[in-house]
């Protein structure tokens, strides 16, 4: 017995197929497609946000720890403000995620074949296109998911258990990308557990708890600022929760699932799931139990972000193409019908999840996926912003800061709106209110406000901090989409009822 075996286990299978090379290739095709669509439409509200994060390196953040801002700091730094520079990144993570994919198919017994169909599948998923179009942590979540799914298959079919060291490491720098990979492997450690005694011998051991430690030692920066900052990542998720669980949001949730993968490929991953439940191997079983204890917890506390399981179907489809495999050698099913189903569904789905499409179009699908429409209108609002901030006197100017109601307006500002004369944006939104209200003693506010659902505008609202405010301008854009811009106003603010240092606490918000 090897020293990285843990006693009562015995390794299941002490080889495995060769490597499909043909895998890379797949992942290189998803690479090519999302970088010669990099360029299209613009940045996402988030993107900017994150870029202005760049330039405040700190520890973590109120929205998500600091790997995103770290990456987006290194885009800056060698391409600048670019769109398809910043999103390099995520367009290596599809790319590293896809081969991860048919790597795990590869643990799951599969040959050549199933590696390869274990590619594609992952590599047609609406929401793996959707995710890793834009610069975001959850590209990077979706690949820690993948690539811990895959040491824990490793471990299960192995029983080598200093592979833990490994998963470790990888939870490690996936929580300082996101947290919500941690309640993957919470529910990873808890399927094991309840998997049987093979199970439990797999994880209460030396191995097990040093990738632990390694685990917590990488989550180490992040703890800290949290704890700096008033556990503010805990009080934004409550808010979240609030506006995105409950009992309303369940249908969603559960459509939801469904249009993850490729509708054709529904049933590969619903028998990858039934594979690995009935396996005889405790880590997998504990794969298809954090599945199921998740798509329950995800539901009732965050059904509105469907996204949120969408790393679980990498390792489900994994599954499922080696159940597919011994299907199509036995005649049970005609891949050819299945290949042509697959393409039809990402023909349907492909001009709803990237941008493909001309700009004036995207409002047809905007309840489908807001996301492309919020890509548009920036450099107009920058420039209907600058227009404000110009028209006032040069002395008015001197003691006036420009506010905004989101972190995406303030990140347009910020970093679209660098060089051009307008001063740095501030807001009260997650991080932005940390970073403080700029001139603390200014008496002239230019606010710039999205466009709100109800229509009435934002002027009630400032109104409680001021004496008087008018709407200097209102957005839009040459498009004509609706997004959360279009008719937004920007006000000049003016006879502030205190001191605008001291009415900047009651303007922060998180969501």
């Not at 990488?218 to 506006?243: F, K, Y």
């Amino acid at each position: 017995m090897r020293s990285s075996e843990v006693p009562g286990t015995q390794p299941l299978a002490a080889s495995v197929a060769p490597f499909d090379k043909r895998v890379i290739v797949v992942g290189s095709i998803v690479f090519a497609l999302l970088m010669a669509l990099s360029a299209r439409y613009g940045f996402d509200r988030d993107e900017l946000y994150f870029l202005d994060c760049a330039r405040h390196l700190q520890a973590s953040y109120v929205d998500q720890p600091v790997l995103t801002p770290l990456l987006a700091r290194i885009s800056l730094l060698l391409f600048g403000v670019s769109e398809s520079g910043l999103r390099l990144w995520p367009a290596l993570a599809g790319c590293a995620t896809v081969i991860v994919s048919g790597l795990t198919a590869r643990e799951f017994g599969g040959g050549r074949r199933a590696q390869l169909l274990a590619a594609i599948a992952t590599a047609t998923m609406p929401a793996l296109l959707a995710i890793d179009h834009l610069m975001g942590p959850t590209a990077f979540d979706v690949l820690a998911w993948a690539g811990l799914a895959l040491i824990v298959a490793r471990i299960g079919r192995t029983g080598e258990c200093r592979w833990w060291l490994a998963a470790g490491a990888v939870l490690g720098v996936g929580l300082e990308n996101k947290h919500s990979v941690g309640f993957f492997g919470i529910a990873l450690l808890i399927g094991a557990l309840v998997s049987g005694p093979g199970g439990r011998r797999q994880v209460l051991n030396r191995w097990f708890a040093a990738g632990a430690v390694i685990c917590v030692a990488c989550t180490v920066p992040d703890i800290w600022w949290q704890a700096q900052h008033g556990w503010a990542t805990i009080a934004m998720t409550r808010q979240l929760n609030l506006e995105n669980g409950g009992l309303a949001n369940i249908p969603s949730w559960i459509i939801g699932q469904l249009i993850m993968t490729a509708v054709a490929l529904v049933p590969v991953w619903v028998a990858g799931l039934r594979f690995l439940w009935r396996s005889d191997r405790p880590l997998w079983r504990a794969l298809a139990w954090a599945y199921g204890l998740l798509f329950v917890f995800f539901m009732l506390t965050t059904g509105a972000k469907i996204y949120y399981l969408a790393g679980a179907y990498v390792f489900l489809l994994a599954a499922g193409s080696v159940v597919l495999d011994e299907r199509v050698a036995a005649r049970e099913v005609r891949l050819r019908s299945l290949l042509i189903g697959t393409a039809i569904s990402v023909a349907v789905a492909l001009p709803i999840v990237l941008p493909v499409l001309p700009e004036a179009d995207i409002n047809w699908f905007y309840k489908l996926n807001s996301v492309p429409a919020e890509s548009i209108g920036w450099p107009q609002l920058v420039s209907t912003v600058r227009g404000v901030w110009t028209s006032l006197p040069a002395s008015q100017r001197a003691n006036a800061v420009i506010f905004t109601g989101d972190y995406g307006e303030a990140g347009a500002i910020n970093e679209l709106g660098r060089g051009t004369g307008l001063p740095e944006a501030v807001s009260g939104h997650n991080t932005y209110w940390w970073w403080g209200p700029g001139n603390p003693k200014a008496t002239t506010v230019v606010a710039v406000m999205p466009g709100p659902q109800d229509g009435t505008g934002y002027g009630a609202y400032l109104e409680r901090f001021f004496g008087h405010v008018r709407v200097a301008a209102t957005l839009s854009n040459p498009a004509g989409v609706r997004n959360q811009e279009w008719g937004g106003h920007v006000y000049v603010c003016t006879d502030p009822r205190e001191s605008w240092g001291q009415m900047w606490p009651q303007l922060r918000h998180y969501d």
